[in-house]
Nanobody, 115 residues
Framework: QVQLVESGGGLVQAGGSLRLSCAAS????????AGWYRQAPGKQRELVAM???????NYADSVKGRFTISRHNTKDMMYLQMNNLKPEDTAVYYC?????????WGQGTQVTVSS
């Protein structure tokens, strides 16, 4: 059974930092592209950052220079380091892993940035 479990969310003041973690079980993370998405109230889920199997990264324009995605395949872990957080970063953050045939999601972790 595949499980993705996010952690590390919380309440932080603007300008602060958080590090989200995603623990994968039931899958070999090295076999998947991985990403972080977020969904704010009343908005569609959007891509925040992705990292390929080979380690190439891609970021939404709104987080470039502030967020860093990384993965530790031997530990089946993925991370999102978020610096200089802004109130508009407030959302539920989801981790995702996908291949040509599979697409798995975590349950999400709330990030709230106060002004």
């Amino acid at each position: 059974q595949v499980q993705l479990v996010e952690s590390g969310g919380g309440l932080v003041q603007a300008g602060g930092s958080l590090r989200l973690s995603c623990a994968a079980s039931g899958v070999m993370l090295s076999s998947y592209a991985a990403g972080w998405y977020r969904q704010a109230p009343g908005k569609q889920r959007e891509l925040v950052a992705m990292i390929s199997r080979g380690g190439s990264t891609n970021y939404a324009d709104s987080v470039k220079g502030r967020f860093t995605i990384s993965r530790h395949n031997t530990k089946d872990m993925m991370y999102l380091q978020m610096n200089n957080l802004k109130p508009e970063d407030t959302a539920v953050y989801y981790c995702n892993v996908k291949s040509w045939r599979d697409d798995y999601w975590g349950q999400g972790t709330q990030v709230t940035v106060s002004s």
